[in-house]
Each structure stands twice: as C-alpha cells, then as structure tokens.
Nanobody, 121 residues
Framework: QVQLVESGGGLVQAGGSLRLSCVAS????????MGWYRQAPGKQRESVAG???????NYADSVKGRFTISRDNAKDTVYLQMNSLKPEDTGVYYC???????????????WGKGTQVTVSS
C-alpha cells in the first residue's frame, strides 16, 4: 500500500505558474512509475504526465513544453511544474503511483485525493 498526498494547487491567472507536489508514504524507488492525472468538471480523468523509475517521462500533447514532471527519490516526492497555464488546465489534479508485477502479471494503482487547480482567464 502507498498513500499519496498532493499539495500546491490553487487559483492562478492565465499565463501563471504552479508547482504541484505528491508525497508518498513509503519509498518510491520500487514503484514502476508515478504520474499526474487531471479531471475537469464533466470530463473523464486524463493522463497529464508520467515518470518511470528510470526517469523516462511522457506528457499529454496539450501540456508538452509547458509542464515538467520530476521526482526526488530521497524525499519520496514527485513534482509537476506547470508554466504558461491556460483556463483549460483547470481541474482536480491527482497523483498516481503504479506498481507492475510479473508473476502474476498485474498492475497496482494508488491514488491521492487530488488538489484543485483553477486558472482564470
């Protein structure tokens, strides 16, 4: 089990920046990947950015060049630096941790409770 606690959300004007943090209750080194998802009102949850245990990153097309995901293994923390924010970035941002096992082949997902990000125009 892994508990995840997000922080750093808030209200910001378009063009502004926010930095989200996600602290895990245990070491993140053994986790396969960690990531950030978001859910806007009336929409499905979508992947925003992810980072593997090896440091490889991936981003949704809508945030490429504006958001940066990083991890600090010593602090068991994952960050999401969000720059040039747009009103369409508004939503609840959730931290995710994933663990893949090979025998049996299975994926375990853990979620935080989310942090609200609101971008005003």
């Amino acid at each position: 089990q892994v508990q995840l606690v997000e922080s750093g959300g808030g209200l910001v004007q378009a063009g502004g920046s926010l930095r989200l943090s996600c602290v895990a209750s245990r070491s993140i080194v053994s986790l396969t990947s960690m990531g950030w998802y978001r859910q806007a009102p009336g929409k499905q949850r979508e992947s925003v950015a992810g980072i593997t245990s090896g440091g490889s990153t991936n981003y949704a097309d809508s945030v490429k060049g504006r958001f940066t995901i990083s991890r600090d293994n010593a602090k068991d923390t994952v960050y999401l630096q969000m720059n040039s924010l747009k009103p369409e970035d508004t939503g609840v941002y959730y931290c995710n941790a994933a663990k893949l096992t090979l025998a049996p082949l299975r994926r375990y997902d853990y979620w935080g409770k989310g942090t609200q990000v609101t971008v005003s125009s």
